[in-house]
Protein backbone atom coordinates (compact mmCIF):
# COMPACT_ATOMS: atom_id res chain seq x y z
CA UNK A 1 0.00 0.00 0.00
CA UNK A 2 2.83 2.26 -0.28
CA UNK A 3 1.52 4.66 -3.24
CA UNK A 4 -1.67 4.73 -1.31
CA UNK A 5 0.00 6.10 2.00
CA UNK A 6 2.04 8.29 0.67
CA UNK A 7 -1.32 10.08 -1.14
CA UNK A 8 -3.14 9.97 2.01
CA UNK A 9 0.47 11.40 3.88
CA UNK A 10 0.20 14.44 0.95
CA UNK A 11 -3.83 14.76 1.65
CA UNK A 12 -2.80 15.39 5.34
CA UNK A 13 0.02 17.76 4.27
CA UNK A 14 -2.17 20.20 1.91
CA UNK A 15 -5.14 19.94 4.07
CA UNK A 16 -2.65 20.86 7.23
CA UNK A 17 -1.44 23.76 4.97
CA UNK A 18 -4.61 24.69 4.06
CA UNK A 19 -5.79 24.93 7.95
CA UNK A 20 -2.59 27.04 8.62
CA UNK A 21 -3.78 29.75 5.40
CA UNK A 22 -7.34 30.02 6.48
CA UNK A 23 -5.84 30.84 9.91
CA UNK A 24 -3.75 33.56 8.72
CA UNK A 25 -6.47 34.67 6.69
CA UNK A 26 -9.19 35.23 9.63
CA UNK A 27 -6.88 37.26 11.04
CA UNK A 28 -7.18 40.28 9.07
CA UNK A 29 -11.06 39.27 7.99
CA UNK A 30 -13.78 41.85 9.12
CA UNK A 31 -15.24 40.53 11.87
CA UNK A 32 -18.94 40.25 10.32
CA UNK A 33 -17.57 37.39 8.34
CA UNK A 34 -15.33 35.80 10.88
CA UNK A 35 -18.09 32.56 10.51
CA UNK A 36 -17.44 31.70 7.08
CA UNK A 37 -13.40 31.64 7.85
CA UNK A 38 -14.42 29.43 11.16
CA UNK A 39 -16.32 26.96 9.85
CA UNK A 40 -14.16 27.04 6.52
CA UNK A 41 -10.81 26.55 9.02
CA UNK A 42 -12.87 23.78 10.63
CA UNK A 43 -13.50 21.88 7.22
CA UNK A 44 -9.72 21.82 6.82
CA UNK A 45 -9.04 20.65 10.40
CA UNK A 46 -11.68 17.62 10.32
CA UNK A 47 -10.26 16.41 6.93
CA UNK A 48 -6.74 16.86 8.07
CA UNK A 49 -7.46 14.73 11.68
CA UNK A 50 -9.12 11.89 8.75
CA UNK A 51 -6.36 12.11 6.36
CA UNK A 52 -3.61 11.45 9.00
CA UNK A 53 -5.98 8.79 10.58
CA UNK A 54 -6.07 6.83 7.22
CA UNK A 55 -2.35 7.52 6.91
CA UNK A 56 -1.64 6.15 9.75
CA UNK A 57 -3.87 3.20 9.61
CA UNK A 58 -6.08 3.92 11.91
CA UNK A 59 -9.00 5.44 9.85
CA UNK A 60 -9.45 1.60 8.00
CA UNK A 61 -10.90 -1.58 8.61
CA UNK A 62 -11.05 -5.00 6.59
CA UNK A 63 -14.32 -5.82 5.53
CA UNK A 64 -14.97 -8.91 3.28
CA UNK A 65 -11.19 -9.12 2.25
CA UNK A 66 -11.26 -5.41 1.23
CA UNK A 67 -9.70 -1.81 2.77
CA UNK A 68 -12.84 0.38 3.95
CA UNK A 69 -11.74 3.85 4.77
CA UNK A 70 -14.61 4.65 8.03
CA UNK A 71 -12.58 8.01 8.59
CA UNK A 72 -13.49 9.28 5.18
CA UNK A 73 -17.27 9.30 6.23
CA UNK A 74 -16.62 10.37 9.59
CA UNK A 75 -15.12 13.46 8.02
CA UNK A 76 -17.61 14.20 5.36
CA UNK A 77 -20.45 13.82 7.99
CA UNK A 78 -18.94 17.01 9.91
CA UNK A 79 -17.30 19.18 6.53
CA UNK A 80 -19.92 18.41 4.56
CA UNK A 81 -22.54 20.45 6.72
CA UNK A 82 -20.22 22.97 6.90
CA UNK A 83 -19.34 23.47 2.89
CA UNK A 84 -23.13 23.59 3.33
CA UNK A 85 -23.33 26.64 5.67
CA UNK A 86 -20.98 27.99 4.22
CA UNK A 87 -23.03 28.22 1.04
CA UNK A 88 -26.10 29.35 3.22
CA UNK A 89 -24.57 31.97 5.27
CA UNK A 90 -23.64 33.61 1.93
CA UNK A 91 -26.98 33.16 0.21
CA UNK A 92 -29.44 34.35 3.33
CA UNK A 93 -28.46 37.66 5.32
CA UNK A 94 -30.00 35.70 8.02
CA UNK A 95 -29.71 31.54 9.37
CA UNK A 96 -33.27 32.28 10.94
CA UNK A 97 -35.09 33.85 8.43
CA UNK A 98 -34.54 30.35 6.72
CA UNK A 99 -33.88 28.05 9.56
CA UNK A 100 -36.19 24.93 7.85
CA UNK A 101 -34.80 25.36 4.51
CA UNK A 102 -31.27 25.42 6.37
CA UNK A 103 -31.90 22.62 8.23
CA UNK A 104 -33.85 20.45 5.68
CA UNK A 105 -30.12 20.84 4.02
CA UNK A 106 -28.75 19.90 7.05
CA UNK A 107 -30.27 17.09 7.78
CA UNK A 108 -30.64 15.73 4.49
CA UNK A 109 -27.17 15.97 3.84
CA UNK A 110 -25.93 14.17 6.86
CA UNK A 111 -28.35 11.16 5.98
CA UNK A 112 -26.86 11.33 2.83
CA UNK A 113 -23.45 10.37 4.15
CA UNK A 114 -25.00 7.92 6.83
CA UNK A 115 -26.18 5.54 4.52
CA UNK A 116 -23.39 6.31 2.41
CA UNK A 117 -21.56 4.87 5.03
CA UNK A 118 -23.62 2.33 5.62
CA UNK A 119 -23.61 1.37 1.58
CA UNK A 120 -20.09 1.27 2.04
CA UNK A 121 -19.84 -1.17 5.23
CA UNK A 122 -21.81 -4.09 3.72
CA UNK A 123 -20.47 -6.77 0.94
CA UNK A 124 -23.97 -7.89 0.17
CA UNK A 125 -26.53 -6.79 -2.77
CA UNK A 126 -28.33 -4.19 -0.02
CA UNK A 127 -25.67 -1.82 -0.79
CA UNK A 128 -27.49 -0.42 -3.71
CA UNK A 129 -30.58 0.24 -1.56
CA UNK A 130 -28.68 2.24 0.87
CA UNK A 131 -26.48 3.87 -1.91
CA UNK A 132 -29.64 4.65 -3.66
CA UNK A 133 -31.46 6.51 -0.71
CA UNK A 134 -27.92 8.08 -0.38
CA UNK A 135 -28.62 9.26 -3.68
CA UNK A 136 -32.04 10.35 -3.19
CA UNK A 137 -30.89 13.10 -0.12
CA UNK A 138 -28.09 14.04 -2.89
CA UNK A 139 -30.92 15.37 -5.15
CA UNK A 140 -32.82 16.81 -2.36
CA UNK A 141 -29.50 18.58 -0.68
CA UNK A 142 -29.03 19.69 -5.00
CA UNK A 143 -32.57 21.31 -5.15
CA UNK A 144 -32.54 23.00 -2.28
CA UNK A 145 -28.97 24.72 -3.09
CA UNK A 146 -29.31 25.29 -6.35
CA UNK A 147 -32.98 26.51 -6.50
CA UNK A 148 -33.85 27.74 -3.49
CA UNK A 149 -30.94 29.28 -2.27
CA UNK A 150 -29.70 30.24 -5.36
CA UNK A 151 -32.59 32.86 -5.78
CA UNK A 152 -31.66 34.05 -1.92
CA UNK A 153 -28.35 35.01 -3.15
CA UNK A 154 -29.15 36.23 -6.04
CA UNK A 155 -31.53 38.68 -4.03
CA UNK A 156 -28.41 39.84 -2.03
CA UNK A 157 -25.88 41.75 -4.84
CA UNK A 158 -24.19 41.14 -8.06
CA UNK A 159 -20.84 39.90 -6.22
CA UNK A 160 -22.75 37.72 -3.48
CA UNK A 161 -24.60 36.02 -6.19
CA UNK A 162 -21.90 35.69 -8.84
CA UNK A 163 -20.15 34.19 -5.87
CA UNK A 164 -22.55 31.90 -4.82
CA UNK A 165 -23.68 31.01 -8.34
CA UNK A 166 -19.28 30.08 -8.81
CA UNK A 167 -18.67 27.98 -5.43
CA UNK A 168 -22.38 25.94 -5.87
CA UNK A 169 -21.31 24.90 -9.42
CA UNK A 170 -18.28 24.03 -8.24
CA UNK A 171 -19.78 21.86 -5.95
CA UNK A 172 -22.52 20.22 -7.84
CA UNK A 173 -19.50 19.35 -10.53
CA UNK A 174 -17.57 17.44 -7.48
CA UNK A 175 -20.23 16.04 -5.29
CA UNK A 176 -21.51 13.98 -8.25
CA UNK A 177 -17.83 12.90 -9.05
CA UNK A 178 -18.26 11.01 -5.52
CA UNK A 179 -20.87 8.72 -6.14
CA UNK A 180 -19.45 7.91 -9.50
CA UNK A 181 -16.16 7.15 -7.94
CA UNK A 182 -18.13 5.26 -4.94
CA UNK A 183 -19.69 3.15 -7.74
CA UNK A 184 -16.56 2.34 -9.80
CA UNK A 185 -14.38 1.90 -7.23
CA UNK A 186 -14.28 -1.23 -4.88
CA UNK A 187 -17.44 -0.07 -2.09
CA UNK A 188 -18.86 -0.52 -5.89
CA UNK A 189 -18.69 -2.33 -9.00
CA UNK A 190 -14.66 -2.49 -8.20
CA UNK A 191 -14.08 -1.53 -11.57
CA UNK A 192 -11.38 1.06 -10.15
CA UNK A 193 -8.32 -0.47 -8.11
CA UNK A 194 -8.57 1.11 -4.41
CA UNK A 195 -4.98 3.16 -5.27
CA UNK A 196 -6.90 4.92 -8.14
CA UNK A 197 -9.86 5.08 -5.70
CA UNK A 198 -7.83 6.71 -3.01
CA UNK A 199 -6.07 9.28 -5.33
CA UNK A 200 -9.23 10.34 -7.17
CA UNK A 201 -10.84 10.70 -3.65
CA UNK A 202 -8.23 12.59 -2.14
CA UNK A 203 -8.00 15.03 -5.27
CA UNK A 204 -11.69 15.54 -5.00
CA UNK A 205 -11.63 16.52 -1.29
CA UNK A 206 -8.58 19.29 -1.78
CA UNK A 207 -10.75 21.07 -4.27
CA UNK A 208 -13.88 20.57 -2.76
CA UNK A 209 -12.21 21.73 0.90
CA UNK A 210 -9.40 23.86 0.55
CA UNK A 211 -9.89 24.77 -3.22
CA UNK A 212 -13.45 26.02 -2.13
CA UNK A 213 -12.02 27.70 0.79
CA UNK A 214 -9.70 29.77 -1.11
CA UNK A 215 -12.34 31.02 -3.24
CA UNK A 216 -14.38 32.23 -0.65
CA UNK A 217 -11.92 33.66 1.61
CA UNK A 218 -10.21 35.36 -1.37
CA UNK A 219 -13.14 36.69 -2.56
CA UNK A 220 -13.85 40.72 -2.32
CA UNK A 221 -16.98 40.06 -0.28
CA UNK A 222 -15.81 37.72 2.57
CA UNK A 223 -12.56 39.05 2.64
CA UNK A 224 -13.78 42.63 3.10
CA UNK A 225 -12.72 44.58 0.07
CA UNK A 226 -16.17 44.79 -1.21
CA UNK A 227 -19.51 45.50 1.17
CA UNK A 228 -21.85 42.39 1.18
CA UNK A 229 -24.91 44.45 0.09
CA UNK A 230 -28.84 43.75 -0.18
CA UNK A 231 -30.87 44.12 -2.81
CA UNK A 232 -34.58 44.16 -2.76
CA UNK A 233 -36.12 40.91 -3.58
CA UNK A 234 -38.23 41.54 -6.97
CA UNK A 235 -42.07 40.30 -6.70
CA UNK A 236 -43.28 37.76 -8.06
CA UNK A 237 -46.77 38.39 -8.36
Request: charge should be positive; include cysteine; aromatic fraction near 12%.
Amino acid sequence: MGPITTTLWIGTAIMVLGLLAFLALMVKAPAANRSFFSATSLVALIAATSYFAMATGHGSVLIGGRVFFFARYIDWVFTTPLLLLDLALLAVPSITARAGTVATLIGADVYMIITGLIAGSINDPTKYIWFASSTIAFVVVLYILLVQLFGDARNRGGSVGRLFGNLSLLTLILWVCYPIVWLLGVEGFRVLPLTAEVVIFALLDVVAKIGFGFILLTSSVISGREAMTVRPATSSM
